[in-house]
């Protein structure tokens, strides 16, 4: 958080999400930011998920939701924590948009699933 890695992650799912033509969940775009505590310093901290979203046919049915944290332990786009899995979200997102779903699907992208933010109330996920 607060650090450049984790600005450039924001800006290239973003960039990627719409290049593979997401719609928007909620709003006129892909963010959903919260503000939240640390849990240590106190301090206000702002958040950002992200989520897109794959039409379904019959939208009234209860979506599927696919996600995966795009932070970082530490400031690098880390492999072995979460980048692989933010990488296949993007690769169904773009399956998923070339073919006709019976239900919604939401591709959501969450912030501050690292610690010290791990299992807090300011998780992106439990937000979410």
Do not use: W
């Not at 719409?18 to 719609?23: K, P, Q």
């Not at 399956?95 to 299992?119: C, G, H, Q, W, Y």
């Amino acid at each position: 958080m607060g650090q450049p890695g984790h600005d450039y992650a924001l800006q290239y799912l973003i960039r990627r999400m719409e290049e593979i033509g997401l719609e928007y969940f909620l709003g006129d775009n892909y963010s959903l930011p919260y503000k939240a505590t640390h849990p240590t310093t106190g301090q206000r901290i702002e958040f950002t998920n992200l989520a897109g979203l794959v039409p379904g046919t019959y939208r009234t049915a209860m979506p599927v939701l696919i996600g995966a944290h795009y932070d970082s332990a530490i400031d690098a786009p880390c492999s072995d924590d979460n980048a692989v899995s933010a990488a296949l979200l993007l690769s169904i997102a773009e399956i998923l948009m070339k073919r006709t779903l019976r239900r919604n699907v939401i591709l959501a992208f969450f912030d501050a699933e690292e610690s010290p933010f791990f299992l807090t109330d300011s998780m992106g996920s439990i937000r979410f």
